[in-house]
Nanobody, 121 residues
Framework: QVQLVESGGGLVQAGGSLRLSCAASGRAFNRYDMGWFRQASGKEREVVACITSNGANTYYADSVKGRFTISRDGAKNTAYLQMNSLKPEDTAIYYC??????????????WGQGTQVTVSS
């Protein structure tokens, strides 16, 4: 099993940046694909970005391509989501996820508690 703890959320003005971190505890961090989902108020949860266990491949939702970057550091057991050029529509609770298979198009096995990101206009 793996436990996930997010940090780095907060309030930022449109056009600003935030970096979310996801600290993973448990065994074999490098076995897991990692990702970020988000859920805005009144909307369905959606995948934002994913990275494979070896860090070689990434996936981004069209809405964040060119603005967000996902990365991971195996030595620190941590995944990151760098968010630039933030827009009010990026406002949501962001969840870190992990699974031993791709998290795209499925419900990942492991979820963090979520961190709120609010972008003001």
């Amino acid at each position: 099993q793996v436990q996930l703890v997010e940090s780095g959320g907060g309030l930022v003005q449109a056009g600003g940046s935030l970096r979310l971190s996801c600290a993973a505890s448990g065994r074999a961090f490098n076995r897991y694909d990692m990702g970020w989902f988000r859920q805005a108020s009144g909307k369905e949860r959606e995948v934002v970005a994913c990275i494979t266990s070896n860090g070689a491949n990434t996936y981004y939702a069209d809405s964040v391509k060119g603005r967000f970057t996902i990365s991971r550091d195996g030595a620190k057991n941590t995944a990151y989501l760098q968010m630039n050029s933030l827009k009010p529509e990026d406002t949501a609770i962001y969840y870190c996820v992990a699974d031993t298979v791709s998290v795209v198009g499925r419900n990942p096995d492991y979820w963090g508690q979520g961190t709120q990101v609010t972008v003001s206009s």
